[in-house]
């Protein structure tokens, strides 16, 4: 079940980039769920950067169709399987690099592990689009969420070194989808923007890091000792390709701090306990504390670049060199911020459902 | 099963800090490893940092029994159960701060998630001391990869801002051990002590970065596309109590980075394919790429202080203070360096189990 | 995870009767194993009684189509989503008796569990058709098997009370799927099927026996104690509806045996430790134990049947009564046969895979 | 994860016969549910056919400990673990025989599997005595139904040919426990008594069948299409060596009727949807409906006998013979009940954990 994940709300992804489509089944969603196409398309539109900004162009791209699990508007308590069919693609490309692992990708260790029988067009399985599976999942997550209250958002907070001011709830959810690079800070939005230009006709690639906020999580979610809140949120993250790093509240910053800095005092607001700072990004011994859960995560830059890289000719066993062609994301930082709330949202659910806060069927 | 982990190395954990143990069952390990008490024993130890340096007065304590699963010297193909009895404690002190939660500890969210009804004693299921059971996990999974010559090392390289000198894998298996920081730089270990010493007078306490690395790791370990290795091992580190970040090869340094920088070229070195630098930390699409694997984990500041700190009465929801009274370590990060080569351990093991490296039975 | 199956070689079941399709996902196979559309197409038509004897006529309904994980005639190690769309369906009969629920059906419960918001057309997610689903999974795990010689049979030996002779693995082998009711005793075959037509003409439905038969199964496939071969291959086979009963080897009839008769005496033969006879089905201790797996389970009559029953109306909660019209299986014996070779399939590679039996990547 | 069973209530059992001790590890079990070591070895002394009867003499040994999870009284949320420490026992009869596999046990299956690792005395791994893990487990499983009014019963219905005749709930409650074959009739308690003399005398064994009862299920546990409520009961109870058959409601029987005897009309008493008769068992579609839960499992006859069997030499492969010297139970059905019903209790306890019918904390 490597392809599966969560307990009672299980996501499970299949297809590959170049194949005939890509799609999800959620099993254990409550029936009763009024959830639509549209729903999910929209979720799945936030992929694409340009979309609501520059261009609209793709829209008909990616259309999200129900196979199963949705009868009458409403979850039916089956699985509900969700698909993308690819379009034709050229992939001859691929075939003439088949041997030729790109630096960064996948290419060398899924050649490996399946005894290269990998589909190996696009990256196969290993491709970004397979996240688009992600984000159809995590459409139905955010529905059941806000039943409960819990709004998930993710921003885009540094892009190639360029870092955006911290901005509140407000802005985030106002600001993030109507620009290209999916900032909550519009005008590091520009920069950012710039320097994706810049790195684009130097012919090479940059990273980034997302924030991702959780909103009225109550106190109680996660499990100790292992199926802790911040365990499954990165286990979810990782998933993610290109993420490389992930930290909770301070992160890595407490470890140069003292704990009577990075403690978080508690006291009462509102008849309610809260903490007055958040350095533990809203998680205390796994288990969510009330406070806005803080997650951030490091996407490495682009593997593919349009510059000419070392690599190994994996039959003929010899040094070789390569040029990435075709058409890729200078930065996939925007197009992934989606993905990241998409599955914070997945995670939660799983956990909503576990703590029974969720009930079988929705009325 | 909140408490298990691992698909076919499983590990189940149970007890509490003041309660009659600690323990772990080991499930799924393979019938005819040969191993001892003295093999876990020697372990459990590395978690004293006084060990073999400043003191060994505490080695009687924390001794390990072993309850089922090893007969005439060999694993059975059974389940193991690994115990350490708790010697008995004064919980006084505990009675006093029941309904004043600790800033920075779990006292909070595991109130309020079982009702009250958590043993609270010395933090109860969250203590520290719940590691002690990982590590013994660690032993067996320790024994079971060096068959198949994995290694798995585990060092300081930052506590209180103090940063280690990179050191080789000769340094650090002769260094870290013998120095009670656990910090393969000798030089840095002794200004770490002196930092920690200080903090302490101070009354006060520091976090720091331990990093974990695995050498020899076969290509190939790891599932695409959720039970990835960085997703697998995250889950096992976020199980460690103070865990707030982690990141793998170049990780949260990788958002700043270039493509061209970043990837790793691939060379032909004794006839195999190996990249010329480690950016990944040796996974690429979440599969190991037989470099060594390295990730690093953010320690945050032990959360027990001898201050005065702001906390809320939860019985009669005011406004309070406390003072943590008791023994604390001013930093837990030199006590987690063998639990971070504990976790790793256990998760290359269920991977190498996954991957058929491992055989049902040991000859 | 309630429409997942298997450990390691996990099967996924989703759609509907009524819906627009139905369809499993196959994870955790390996790749390189060479499998075709027509290999699974064979299996499923199976399901259909009438092919290769009475008629052919359906042969072109439930195309097996293939969506992922299988790139140039080989597996890629990638999950497989395996597909049968449903032709459009007059689903008009259901509606009217929407709140009527059939007697022996899951309408009742179906109903209660998903609040009515069950898609209740054909029986929606309860139908037999679902059974296909599970076919299409078992010709894979029977390509699987077959590369360690593992073979599966299963043959109906009881319908309406007529008991089919015991029959040797060839004839099996030879005349099951080339008679209606999938009995390898071809003289009771007549019978039965001459007590079907009887039965159908009453307007009534009759049940049966089914016996499933592993050969070359190696000594050690299950595993204790919960995980038994018993108990997951029953659980298997409780998947499919209609099955109450199941029995492995001398089963319900050991309970009133000695153990001097039940007891299978060890000899040896062509250097190989057997048993003399096979009172345990093959399993002792939850264990394979080199001979012949043999389960035997009871198929109830089927729950449709052209006569005026009893029931309620769940809306108005009064009594009321029903007649089930549409075409219905008076035995869906038959039918059932290759749905329990593919479930025994299922299993047994699962178990074949934890034992290490099938590599990663066949070669 | 073998010895582990339940997704949310899950129970992982450890130990051997005649190793240190034999226990159990509850996880998933909500806070606050009060709960004594009494509770528990209650039940555990069910196990011992002759107590409240014949003879008290053994009421001393195997004595419960609860080792973690309960704290002033109640259960805390954390893993529970259930311990029995085995007596000295001579072991000195089992490395006889070691590399005689006794006709009917796990010994060959178990020697095999293990390479020969396992721990063979008294069975190890695969003795009855395992089954004191299981209803360790039960009894906490009990307690928690108890709270949502589901009371499971278990009697002896057949031994050695012997029939119970049919009794009332009332007759179950009230005289099962009272007599050493554990069967609410008690004139046919006798008959089996003395058959099971006989039997005993002539140095052999007899099996029996054994029903479960559970009552007050309310409609919806279990879920379509794997994790039905009888495929996860049956796996829960093959897990009981000696079962080799299982059947819900008229089970085998239905094999031979017409739908329309077997159907059970739905009809109206006290405002709710009942079934007339319940030939289903109380499960359709793998769902509860309402209706008492009847479930039957086969025990086979006791494999140990006192009379000379024919096995194999597993060491030097030649034909030997053996016979199996210590006391034994004559037929293990009388105290396979109370296993019955732990089994029972635990399966129920999932789901109805997973059905949100039992919160995180009990208040």
Redesign the interface.
């Known amino acids: ?5 969560g ?2 709300f ?1 996501i ?5 980039s170049h ?3 890509v ?1 999800v ?1 959620v ?2 969603c409550p ?2 769920l009024i959830i639509t196409e549209e729903d999910i398309q929209r979720e799945v539109d936030k992929r694409k950067p340009g979309v609501g900004t520059i261009t609209t162009r793709r829209v008909e791209e990616d259309k999200v169709e ?4 949705i ?2 508007g ?8 969700l ?1 993308i069919w690819n379009k034709d693609v050229d992939s001859s490309e691929y075939e003439k690099i088949r041997f030729l ?1 790109r ?4 290419d ?3 050649f ?4 290269g ?3 190996f067009r696009g990256g ?3 491709s970004g689009r ?1 996240t688009a599976t992600f984000v159809m999942a995590g459409a139905i997550a955010k529905k059941l969420l806000s039943l409960i209250n819990i709004e998930v958002l993710a921003h885009t907070i ?1 892009i ?2 360029i870092k955006a001011k911290p901005k509140g709830f407000e802005e985030i959810r106002k600001n993030v989808w109507g620009n290209p690079v999916r900032c909550a800070d519009l005008k590091a939005a520009e920069e950012m923007t710039r320097v994706i230009e810049k ?1 684009k006709k130097e012919g ?6 997302i924030e991702g906020i959780a909103l009225n999580v109550p ?2 979610l ?7 809140l ?3 949120l ?3 993250l ?2 993610i ?1 290109a ?26 607001r509102n ?1 309610e ?1 809260v ?2 700072t958040n ?3 809203g998680i ?6 009330g406070m806005p859960i803080v997650v951030r995560v ?8 349009a ?1 000419s ?4 000719n ?1 039959e003929s ?3 070789s060199s390569l040029v990435v062609g075709g058409r890729h994301d200078t930065c996939i930082v925007p197009r992934a911020v989606v993905v990241v709330k998409s599955m914070m949202a997945v995670t939660l659910c799983d956990f909503a459902m ?3 806060l969720i ?5």
Do not use: W
Not at 243 to 268: H, L, Q, V
């Open positions: 079940m490597e392809n599966s994940f307990r009672l299980t499970t992804s299949f297809g590959e194949g005939r489509c799609g089944i099993d254990g029936a009763g129900v196979l199963s699990g009868f009458n409403h979850t039916t308590g089956a699985p509900i399987c698909l692992p630096p960064g990708h996948a060398y260790t899924a490996m592990k399946h005894g029988f990998n589909d196969g399985r290993f397979i540094e190639g070194g790195v090479d690639s940059i990273g980034g890091i106190v109680g996660g499990e100790p000792v292992f199926d802790t911040e365990g499954e990165a286990k979810a990782f998933a390709p993420i490389k790093g992930i930290e909770f509240g301070s992160g890595f910053s407490a470890a140069g701090k003292r704990g009577s800095e990075n403690n978080d005092p508690f006291t009462i008849g306990i903490t007055v350095n533990a990004g205390l011994g796994g288990i969510s504390n490091a996407v490495k830059p682009t593997s593919s670049i510059r890289q070392e690599t190994v994996m066993m010899e040094s576990r703590a029974g009930p079988e069927v929705i009325k």
